[in-house]
């Protein structure tokens, strides 16, 4: 297995210092880079799984925590993190490690609707992949969902998303979240990607993110595209066959993808 660095980088968004790393392929680079869009909350741990397997076939990722989310500074919110997705793109891009040229995003679940709310709008990213992504910001925030995880994270987890521990500041993030689920939707915006490559990877055992959501989210979307369905996934790919062919999925259409990309053999 080749060996991967990780070294600390942290940038600013309107202000907010954001903090993450930088996951290193093996060699001197520069490299073909992709950004990385962690869910709501993500895990503390980005740098492990996906990070790792796209580093070890040759990209160099950047994943960081959103505003309001463990080490970054900040509150959280849809339109802070569409603004923090462009920020660290323009961190990407100006990376003396990246090859200029090209860049990919891979968000996953509710880091998935940032990604495509950004791509939309920045034609600097050249290739989108979302894994389980949240298809409707704004009936992902009405739904029944939102409230018992906001209550999970506040009693077993309060540091990873800032804020929720004032009863008052807590209600004006989920009010948020709705008022921003009108203005960012990706159902509003995945037809921009095009004609950049889209990659749409989901659970046929995701109960929290359905399948026929996604789908309809990806029947949007303009050529070219691809959507994978992985039999036994669920949300937080918790069998290992399913996580592996999920994983694969995305870094093998990651390396058809790039032009630049210098294929390395991982096994």
Request: hydrophobic residues 40%; contains cysteine.
């Amino acid at each position: 297995m080749p060996d991967i660095r990780v070294i600390p980088t942290e940038f600013s968004s309107e202000g907010e210092i954001l903090r993450g790393n930088y996951v290193i392929p093996q060699g001197d680079g520069p490299f073909p880079a992709i950004c990385k869009f962690h869910g709501l909350p993500g895990s503390p741990n980005q740098v492990s799984g996906i990070s790792t397997r796209l580093a070890e076939a040759g990209f160099l990722v950047l994943t960081f925590d959103f505003r309001g989310f463990r080490r970054s500074e900040g509150i959280f919110s849809l339109a802070g993190e569409v603004t923090d997705a462009k920020s660290a793109t323009t961190h990407l891009i100006n990376s003396k490690l990246v090859a200029p040229g090209w860049v990919g995003v891979y968000g996953a679940s509710y880091g998935g609707a940032v990604a495509v709310c950004a791509a939309a709008h920045d034609s600097r990213i050249s290739a989108v992949c979302l894994r389980a992504p949240v298809y409707d910001t704004h009936a992902f925030a009405l739904s029944p969902l939102i409230r018992p995880e906001v209550n999970r994270i506040l009693k077993e987890t309060p540091d990873e998303m800032h804020g929720l521990v004032d009863p008052l500041l807590r209600k004006r993030i989920l009010d948020r979240m709705v008022d921003d689920g009108r203005r960012f939707n990706p159902m509003n915006e995945v037809s921009k990607i095009s004609p950049r490559p889209l990659l749409v990877v989901t659970g046929a055992a995701d109960v929290r993110i359905d399948v026929d959501g996604v789908r309809g989210l990806y029947e949007l979307a303009g050529e070219p595209k691809e959507l994978v369905i992985v039999e036994g996934a669920d949300h937080v790919l918790s069998d290992p066959r399913a996580y592996e062919d999920t994983v694969n999925s995305v870094v093998t259409w990651f390396q058809d993808t790039c032009p630049t990309n210098e294929k390395i053999d991982s096994n």
